[in-house]
């Protein structure tokens, strides 16, 4: 895991990243490295941070999201969950519910 720097401060709307390097949990269950600054290459990217996994209020929140997945994705969109869960937690969330995107854990 690549992370350069702990924020003091939340990241506001429209306000740019950090670059990072970290795990995430894709639709079926493969774990893959998502690199930020290789994906802003591609356009903009939607980061849904959520607080845990499987949480009912968690479930719903990315589950609005992937309802609009398609129209996101066909505005070169890149959708991505984040939250400090292992990839074990992920994997299991993804298993039970198949988001369309990857599930980054940004684990310490």
Same mark, same amino acid.
């Given at each position: 895991?690549?992370?350069? /720097?702990?924020?003091?401060?939340? +990241?506001?709307?429209?306000?740019? @990243? ?5 795990? @995430? +949990? ?21 980061? +849904? ?9 968690c479930?719903s929140?990315?589950?609005?999201? @992937? ?9 070169? /969109?890149? /959708? ?6 292992? /990839? ?15 599930? +980054?854990?940004?684990?310490?």
């Open positions: 895991m690549t992370s350069e /720097v702990h924020r003091q401060s939340p +990241i506001q709307p429209g306000e740019l @990243a950090p670059d990072f390097d970290l795990p @995430a +949990i894709t639709t079926s269950g493969d774990e893959i490295r998502v690199r930020l600054q290789e994906e802003l290459r591609h356009g903009p990217v939607l980061l +849904i941070f959520y607080q845990d996994d499987g949480m009912p209020v479930t929140e990315l589950k609005a999201f @992937a309802q609009e997945f398609e129209t996101l994705r066909a505005a070169d /969109v890149g /959708v991505f969950g984040i939250n400090t869960n292992g /990839v074990f937690s992920h994997r299991k969330f993804q298993e039970r519910d198949r988001f369309p995107f990857p599930l +980054i854990s940004d684990f310490y």
